[in-house]
């Protein structure tokens, strides 16, 4: 059984920065089936974005286009974590983040980040 756990959010102001990390526990083929989505306020599960991920292929990376240039998804297999680097944060990335194992079910329980002055 396969559990990913966020961690990593917090309040930052306009312009900073935060790491979040998924940690895997369980068995998966590749870290590179885990996706990073975002909620944002006021929405639904099923209106989750896709922030970061390997898409098409090893090396493939996808990164929303609200996100190019300021956020890099990076993974550590020894530690079998996931990372997601955000710099440069702006006030409507305030959202909570999770971790998706793609082709499966399994979500993490999401951390919540929140920029603001």
């Known amino acids: 059984q396969v559990e990913l756990v966020e961690s990593g959010g917090g309040l930052v102001q306009p312009g900073g920065s935060l790491r979040l990390s998924c940690a895997v526990s369980g068995t998966i083929f590749s870290l590179d089936a885990i996706a990073w989505y975002r909620q944002f306020p006021g929405t639904s599960g099923d209106q989750r974005e896709l922030v970061a991920g390997v898409m098409g292929g090893v090396g493939n990376i996808h990164i929303a286009d609200s996100a190019k240039g300021r956020f890099t998804l990076s993974k550590d297999n020894a530690k079998n974590t996931v990372y997601l680097q955000m710099n440069n944060l702006k006030p409507e990335d305030t959202a909570v983040y999770y971790c998706?194992?793609?082709?499966?079910?399994?979500w993490g329980q999401g951390t919540r980040v929140t920029v603001s002055s």
């Open positions: 998706h194992e793609g082709g499966s079910v399994n």
